[in-house]
């Protein structure tokens, strides 16, 4: 059970650094995306293409093999699954908050505008703490996927809960009783964090724009 504890609170961990490294990636790609010039937006979309297009085992290799050996530079199983996972949520994060962005009316942008505000403080105080409550719903799910996704892990031999229960089926001969303990974990651990993001959503969501972007 310590063997299991350890590997469900790296794959937590890894889940939570990626899930919001990846957040604050894809504000960053969102804002270069909808107000940047044009070559920031042909580098923010050829980053997403790739991240989203390509399969997340092979990033995985990418940044744990390929890329370390090419630059001759060393890095651990840890700090390279971390890496992809951030990269990878923040392309598919850049999606949500770039539609959670355009949701807000416009007419608050040239309100704010006629008050004089700059543009980094209409983003800093209007759109985005609009945005990231507008997002939660679709950002659940993102934290949902990415969770399930820390299975990948195993190829490059992170001691995360599936590799965990791997290990423990091959000593012990029984892989039923321990996938299945191993998939309930995940189902307890996802659930809970799901049901708690949707408590946090009707306490933050703003009152008739969730409409207005279904």
């Not at 070559?39 to 085992?57: D, H, K, M, Q």
Request: proline share 4%; net charge neutral.
């Amino acid at each position: 059970m310590d063997f299991i504890a350890r590997g469900l609170m790296l794959s937590i961990e890894i889940t939570l650094i990626g899930v919001l490294g990846g957040l604050a990636l894809g504000i960053l790609a969102s804002i270069g995306d909808l107000y940047g010039n044009k070559p920031t937006r042909v580098l923010v979309n050829c980053y997403v293409e790739f991240f989203r297009g390509s399969p997340l085992i092979v990033q995985l290799f990418l940044f744990y093999f390929t890329i370390p050996a090419l630059l001759n530079i060393p890095i651990d199983a840890f700090t390279a699954g971390c890496l992809t996972f951030i990269l990878n949520s923040g392309a598919y994060q850049k999606g949500y908050i770039k539609g959670a962005m355009e949701a807000v009316f416009k007419d608050q942008m040239l309100a704010a505008l006629s008050l004089g505000l700059t543009k980094y403080q209409i983003l800093r105080y209007v759109i985005v703490p609009q945005a990231l409550r507008i997002v939660i719903p679709a950002w659940t799910n993102e934290l949902c996927s990415l969770a399930k996704s820390t299975s990948a892990l195993i190829v490059i031999g992170v001691s995360e809960l599936l590799t965990t229960g791997y290990s423990i089926a091959s000593q012990t001969f029984r892989p039923l009783e321990t996938f299945a303990f191993i998939a309930l974990l995940y189902f307890i651990w996802i659930y809970c964090m799901l049901k708690f993001l949707d408590l946090v959503y009707e306490r933050v969501k703003i009152p008739g724009l969730e409409a207005a972007i279904t």
